[in-house]
């Protein structure tokens, strides 16, 4: 159904001023502001003045304006995605230079859905702008870079109360376990591996220990991840991709939905999302959601509960001033998930729900996080923005969990474990300031960015760590095993433990880095979108030896160049070079003998080159974009698996590995019914320089060569069956080689195994009635027994079986 205009109203402030009259013809540049039928800004609306060969978009607060100056009269053409088209005559009785146009925009059954970053109609999967803490701010179709984005109302269609429910959906990446652990592009993205962000802000998510849970999805807008890597705009990041969580945002009118959900493994959640004003002007909006869960989960002693509150707050005390604030506060209890171990190299010898963990095991987190964002106009084309973010993470720990060997091997039914007693907490703080200048120019523009990063991370001084691999038994000391065979759950006596010396905590060094960018986003003519950046990162770690800690400093310039050519109004054609920089900490440099090293270790560094094209079919309802990519990484640190007798793990450096590809992404809706997200990676990785001889040659460890998803959904709008929709999806991921070797051959040369490739498919049914929404959602809906992945042998995290998910929602 074509949308059209229910009305469209403008309003202009006459100013009765004698003394400065307006005369017909005078020239003037037009500017205002576009909002929806309940004051709401409206970002990504198109207009453009008549046969001038002017033309703007309306930016994240719903601001446009045109640089140059025009003669009235003059027509002014306003498109706007879901509204139609509209033209309005200005003149000198309804135009005013002192305050602008204000336009009033109303659909015809739909209102747009206000969000930081986007301009989209509320049922579509499409996202089309993009707002990245001053790093990048514009379509993302201008872009020179590939991102792939999951919307809100694709993350509701999925059921998804994790983030990890939602990898699979994302083009280039995929599980590398059931952690907060993904492969971008072919390289790891997790543990000492990554950072998260939170709308552009380092966080504490999956960073530190927080890596062991996937953070909640009810108070996220959307996920990005930008492909490629973000050095020289997020410091030291791997070369694969970074992940940013955009967060709910306040609301100037108020909207509230409460959801309850139940469904396999004995699961039940209710979410609740809370939105409004606080006082008549709106000048203090908040947004307020929350969410619990309990479930039992498909693995055996592995019950897990989970609760979160996430208000945030807008203060708008004067024109041109915005304060924004989130908190965030989640908790965690239940087990800490290991996987399982692989019998006798049967992959399928066990059942999927086979655990390690033992019933008087637990896991208990807690984890904090409190932003601020100022943002602050100094002048027409001149504003300062300031970030801060403090992230706290709270974790008590007991488990029993594998040595990463078989007592047995080769036959591995008997497996070496340890157990750990560990409590801690640990703190990541990220401020963020910079200046953004617009200037606009008869043939080029500039958008330039010029800031200041600091991040710090650091476990608590009590942080405590009990580690045992023996326990005495009769009065004989023998080690910790469990046998694949016959195995022993059981609540186990603690004071017969054998506790080890001198182990370490935290397992992260603490650390603090400074980068200095600048960055100037041109326009050129309309056609041509050109990005220059430049970042200078100063990293300064500390070793974790609590007794006499020594300090390393690392530093790097990172340059950063892409652009975006209009090739006609569906397709851009898009180019880029990037850098990457990931240093290591202080204990790999100056304690580099306990982690199994003869030299120091030193920084990783990487590069991507990127083109393609990015494209807008069906009046750009239809986003498809193609890129091929080259990343060469070198240094790549890289855990062996091992465990040392200092108790630290053992680890190395390959000289040199590369990845390169293609990736197909498609999002957006074919008819205002029909929504499609889908996505096809090719992936080539190859190891050039390492120090192992047999891995020569090999892929990167859990990079699939072939992925590919697709989720469609097809809701009625018309007769009888208005309301009633289906979902239905498909997941294929390629064969995958391990993190660590699975033993020799004749001749001593080190044997990588590889985790089974495995398709699966989901499928869901909807019903709309009026504020009422119902869903059953069924995953893996063949039953297949996959594995996400894992590092070995020892360690391998099974997907879930065939589940049912039942939910019920009310909108008010």
């Known amino acids: 159904m074509k949308y059209k205009f229910k009305s469209l109203v403008f309003t202009v402030a006459i100013s009765v001023c004698f003394s400065m009259p307006v005369h017909a013809q005078n020239s003037t540049a037009v500017y205002g502001m576009i909002f929806n039928e309940s004051g709401r800004p409206l970002s990504g609306v198109t207009l453009s003045l008549g046969n001038s060969l002017q033309a703007t978009t309306s930016d994240v607060d719903g601001k446009f304006v045109f640089p140059q100056a025009v003669l009235l009269p003059m027509d002014l053409d306003v498109t706007a995605i879901g509204y139609g088209s509209e033209k309005i005559n200005l003149t000198t009785t309804n135009w005013n230079t002192q305050t602008g146009l204000k336009i009033r925009l109303t659909p015809n059954d739909r209102m747009l859905e206000e969000v930081l970053i986007t301009g989209r109609r509320n049922n579509s999967y499409l996202t089309n702008n993009l707002e990245l803490g001053g790093k990048f701010s514009g379509k993302l179709k201008d872009l020179p870079q590939s991102v792939a984005v999951l919307s809100h109302e694709f993350i509701e269609d999925k059921q998804a109360f994790t983030t990890g429910a939602l990898f699979q959906d994302l083009a280039g990446v995929t599980e590398a376990s059931s952690y907060d652990d993904v492969i971008i592009r072919g390289f790891k993205s997790g543990y000492e591996t990554g950072v998260r962000l939170v709308n552009g802000l380092r966080s504490g998510y999956g960073y530190g220990n927080s890596y062991y849970n996937t953070p909640l999805t009810l108070n996220l807008e959307s996920i990005e991840v930008l492909k490629g890597p973000g050095a020289s705009l997020f410091g030291d990041v791997v070369p694969g991709g970074t992940i940013n969580m955009t967060t709910k945002k306040p609301l100037e009118s108020f909207k509230g939905n409460i959801g309850f959900t139940s469904g396999s493994f004995q699961t039940m959640r209710t979410t609740l999302d809370l939105g409004g004003p606080l006082d008549s002007a709106k000048r203090i909006l908040y947004r307020f959601n929350a969410g619990y869960e309990d479930t039992k989960t498909f693995r055996d002693v592995n019950r897990q509960k989970r609760i979160m509150i996430a208000p945030s707050f807008t203060f708008k005390p004067a024109t041109g001033t915005q304060v924004d604030v989130d908190v965030a506060y989640s908790q965690f209890d239940g087990y800490l998930d290991r996987g399982m171990g692989i019998k006798a190299n049967d992959f399928y010898a066990l059942p999927r729900s086979f655990t390690l963990s033992q019933p008087s095991d637990f896991y208990n987190s807690k984890t904090f996080s409190l932003s601020g964002r100022l943002s602050q106009k100094l002048a027409d084309n001149l504003s300062l923005h300031l970030s801060y973010m403090k992230s706290v993470y709270e974790e008590d720990v007991n488990e029993h969990r594998t040595l990463n060997t078989f007592a047995d091997a080769p036959k591995n039914t008997i497996m070496n474990m340890r157990f750990f007693d560990r409590h801690g907490k640990d703190y990541t703080d990220n401020v963020v300031g910079y ?50 065979n016959n195995p022993m759950y059981t609540t186990h006596d603690l004071t017969s433990y054998v506790w080890r010396e001198n182990v370490a905590y935290p397992f992260l060094s603490p650390y603090k880095t400074t980068g200095i960018y600048i960055q100037d986003q041109l326009a050129i003519a309309d056609k041509l979108k050109v990005i220059l950046g430049l970042r200078h990162e100063h990293y300064v770690s500390e070793t974790i030896d609590g007794q006499k800690r020594t300090q390393a400093a690392q530093n790097a310039w990172l340059p950063r160049a892409g652009l975006t050519y209009e090739l006609n109004k569906q397709i851009n054609y898009f180019a880029s070079y990037s850098q990457g920089f990931v240093p290591v900490g202080a204990s790999f440099i100056h304690q580099y003998q306990n982690y199994g090293a003869d030299k120091p270790f030193e920084p990783e560094r990487s590069f991507q080159l990127e083109t393609g094209f990015k494209t807008g079919f069906l ?91 697709a989720w469609l959904k097809y809701v009625f709008s018309q007769n009888m069956l208005k309301g009633l929709g289906f979902g239905t999806g498909v997941y294929y991921v390629d064969s995958r080689r391990m993190d660590n070797t699975i033993g020799q ?53 099974p997907g879930a079986p065939r589940n049912i998910m039942v939910s019920l929602g009310y909108a008010f």
């Open 619 to 709: 009046k750009n309802q239809l986003q498809v974009d193609l890129s091929l990519f080259h990343i060469e990484r070198s240094n790549m640190l890289i855990a062996t698996g091992a465990i040392l007798n200092s108790g630290f793990s053992e680890y190395r450096q390959s000289g040199k590995v590369l990845s390169e590809g293609i990736e197909l992404d498609l999002r957006g809706q074919l008819t205002k019914e029909f929504q499609i997200m889908a996505n096809y990676t090719y992936n080539h990785t190859d190891v050039k320089a390492s120090s192992i001889a047999s891995e020569l040659g090999e892929s990167l460890p859990g990079a699939p060569k072939n992925m590919a998803s």
């Open 435 to 484: 200046l953004k200048w617009d200037r606009e120019g008869d043939i080029i523009d500039h958008h330039i960015v010029a800031g200041v990063d600091f991040a710090e991370y650091r476990g608590d001084k009590e942080n405590q760590l009990r580690e045992a691999r023996q326990q005495t038994v009769n009065g004989q000391v023998v080690p910790l095993i469990f046998d694949l």
């Open 745 to 797: 051959d004749s001749e001593g040369n080190a044997l990588w195994g590889y985790w089974p490739s495995y398709t699966t498919m989901n499928a869901a049914v909807y019903y709309h009635i009026g504020a009422l929404k119902m869903a059953v959602n069924m995953n893996n809906v063949f039953d297949k027994y996959y594995f996400l992945g894992g590092f070995d042998y020892t360690r391998a995290f």
